[in-house]
């Protein structure tokens, strides 16, 4: 079975600094892909990013990276230079894309 | 640039009722799909479709029909509303790079 798992409910970040947020997959498939998305209080659901387990780098997109460790099974989210309006949901979701699956979330407050 | 177009944005029923969400998206993608998100459960799917014609169970099809008669349209269907249906629901469509592009939701209350 297809499994995405995100440990931390709750987070806290200080302004200006950096945070990794979690995220664990289950496949035994050789080709997958991993996605991230944000969910601010308004309710909509935005694409940050997303990584191919055949992608040799780490994908970036701006502030956001993915620090891909495919031995690990993890996909962990790193936000660089926190602003307050990161201050958001965040799900991870794979790696099936035809039946994504996505994590319950952790719930990130940037602190002035 | 309309994208992903979710009617209505709000809906009450009473248990029993029958009603259809509607979803429509302008960018020609091929894959569409319903989730619906419940309070520390993160978002579930519900039906997704490859194409016209051809659709397909996710983790909690229970409850819900689907048709894909449209490249355009995929609406969801409630024959008879339950309390347990009570939830967000998100209509998406898949484009480049597998990306999945997200309706605004549709809040749905089963008194």
């Known amino acids: 079975a297809q499994k995405i798992t995100q440990t931390q409910p709750g987070m806290f970040v200080q302004e200006k600094e950096a945070v990794t947020l979690d995220c664990t997959y289950d496949?035994?498939?050789?080709?997958?892909?991993l996605f991230w998305y944000k969910q601010p209080s308004s309710g909509e659901m935005i694409f940050l990013i997303y990584?191919?387990?055949?992608?040799?780098q780490n994908a970036t997109e701006g502030r956001y990276s993915l620090n891909f460790q495919k031995a690990r099974k993890s996909a962990n989210l790193v936000i660089s230079a926190s602003q307050l309006g990161d201050s958001a949901m965040y799900f991870c979701?794979?790696?099936?894309?035809?039946?994504?699956?996505f994590g319950s979330g952790t719930q990130l407050t940037v602190l002035p | 640039n309309a994208g992903v177009t979710q009617t209505p944005k709000f809906q009450v029923l009473k248990t029993g009722q029958s009603m259809t969400l509607q979803c429509a998206q302008d960018?020609?993608?091929?894959?569409m799909s319903w989730y619906r998100q419940d309070p520390g459960m993160g978002l579930r799917l519900i039906h997704y479709?490859?194409?016209?014609?051809?659709?397909d169970q996710g983790e909690v099809p229970n409850g819900y029909n689907v048709s894909r008669s449209t490249t355009e349209d995929f609406p969801l269907r409630l024959l008879s509303a339950a309390p347990s249906q009570t939830s967000v629901y998100f209509c998406?469509?898949?484009?480049?790079?597998?990306?999945?592009?997200f309706g605004s939701g549709t809040q749905l209350s089963v008194l």
């Open positions: 479709s490859v194409g016209a014609g051809i659709t």
């Open positions: 990584q191919g387990s055949y992608d040799e």
């Open positions: 496949t035994s498939d050789q080709s997958y892909g």
């Open positions: 979701a794979g790696p099936s894309a035809r039946q994504l699956t």
């Open positions: 960018m020609n993608h091929e894959y």
């Open positions: 998406a469509s898949r484009g480049p790079l597998e990306k999945l592009f």
